[in-house]
């Protein structure tokens, strides 16, 4: 599982080397590229393209029916019926190609939530840091932040920080908890960084939700993690969530040539 995400990390750091310092866009962009690129060759070698067209061409004709002889109660049902029959079958046909691509689409689109979706803090700004421990835990000071409240959440087995961001740069947020001494990644006024927001103390299934941050090994703090601010990408004046933007890029780069490569969606 860490090899999994580790991996994963490192590949798309490698496929973003050429756009290190260029706008947020640009990367999405292409990204975008090389999932069309990779849906089109999935769809081209693994999906069953003279079936899927025969199922859309049939759930058209049945719903053609189902208009033309409204008044005809048997064929309107009957033509229902294989309808969606034909929309069953359509889905089924299509979910080869799918399961091809969604482990790698799910490890793109973690490592692009953490990369796009969130921002780097700010010096001056305000974050929660939370610890998942049994025992107490503190943080301890640093040049990059600054303590301002600790809360203790008994119910949720939780130590929980108001932290103030005092510097700039790449820094790591030091606790410590019964003798032990943890620490987490914290990014600070560094565009171009990938965010980890979450950190644990052995693998375990919730960090294929991350990027990549080696395990702290402690006996004391399961998880730490930090909340960074959410970020919109902008490209020519208008602002988006990055799979807007990726989802619309690839519609654009998929459509024009689908067809002509003999695939059908």
Same mark, same amino acid.
């Given at each position: 599982?860490?090899?999994?995400?580790k991996? +994963?990390?490192?590949?798309?750091?490698?496929?973003?080397v050429?756009?290190?310092?260029?706008? &947020?866009?640009?990367?999405v962009?292409?990204?975008?590229?090389?999932? +069309?690129?990779?849906?089109l060759?999935?769809?081209?070698?693994?999906s069953?393209?003279?079936?899927?067209?025969?199922a859309?061409? +049939?759930?058209?004709?049945?719903i053609?029916a189902i208009?033309?002889?409204?008044?005809?109660?048997?064929?309107?049902v009957?033509?229902f019926?294989?309808?969606m029959?034909?929309?069953l079958?359509?889905?089924a046909?299509?979910?080869? &190609?799918l399961?091809?691509?969604?482990? %790698?689409?799910?490890?793109?689109?973690v490592q692009?939530?953490?990369?796009?979706? %969130?921002?780097?803090?700010?010096?001056?700004e305000?974050?929660?840091?939370?610890? +998942?421990?049994e025992a107490d835990a503190?943080l301890?000071?640093?040049?990059?932040y600054?303590?301002?409240l600790?809360?203790?959440?008994?119910?949720?087995h939780? %130590?929980d920080?108001?932290v103030?961001?005092?510097?700039?740069?790449?820094?790591?947020?030091?606790?410590s =908890?019964?003798?032990?001494?943890?620490?987490?990644?914290?990014?600070?006024?560094?565009?171009?960084?990938?965010m980890?927001?979450?950190?644990?103390?052995?693998? =375990?299934?919730?960090?294929l /939700?991350?990027?990549?941050?080696?395990?702290?090994?402690?006996? =004391?703090?399961?998880?730490?993690?930090?909340r960074?601010?959410?970020r919109l990408?902008?490209?020519m004046?208008?602002?988006?969530?990055?799979?807007?933007?990726y989802? /619309?890029?690839?519609?654009?780069m998929?459509?024009?040539?689908h067809?002509?490569?003999?695939?059908?969606?």
């Amino acid at each position: 599982m860490a090899f999994l995400v580790k991996s +994963s990390t490192a590949v798309t750091d490698f496929l973003l080397v050429p756009f290190k310092g260029l706008p &947020p866009f640009w990367g999405v962009l292409w990204l975008s590229f090389i999932t +069309s690129v990779l849906v089109l060759l999935v769809y081209r070698w693994v999906s069953f393209p003279v079936q899927v067209r025969r199922a859309k061409d +049939s759930i058209k004709a049945h719903i053609l029916a189902i208009r033309i002889y409204r008044d005809h109660p048997g064929v309107i049902v009957k033509s229902f019926f294989a309808a969606m029959a034909n929309v069953l079958k359509y889905f089924a046909l299509n979910l080869v &190609p799918l399961m091809v691509l969604f482990p %790698v689409l799910f490890f793109l689109f973690v490592q692009m939530e953490w990369r796009y979706g %969130v921002r780097p803090l700010r010096p001056g700004e305000v974050t929660t840091v939370k610890v +998942s421990t049994e025992a107490d835990a503190d943080l301890l000071p640093s040049a990059l932040y600054r303590k301002e409240l600790k809360v203790r959440v008994k119910a949720l087995h939780e %130590v929980d920080f108001r932290v103030k961001i005092t510097g700039k740069g790449k820094g790591r947020l030091v606790f410590s =908890c019964d003798g032990e001494r943890v620490e987490k990644r914290l990014i600070s006024g560094i565009p171009g960084q990938y965010m980890v927001p979450k950190r644990f103390s052995r693998p =375990c299934w919730e960090m294929l /939700l991350y990027p990549w941050e080696p395990p702290m090994n402690s006996t =004391c703090a399961r998880w730490i993690k930090v909340r960074y601010p959410s970020r919109l990408i902008s490209f020519m004046g208008i602002r988006a969530h990055w799979i807007l933007w990726y989802l /619309l890029l690839i519609l654009i780069m998929v459509l024009p040539v689908h067809k002509k490569l003999g695939i059908e969606f």
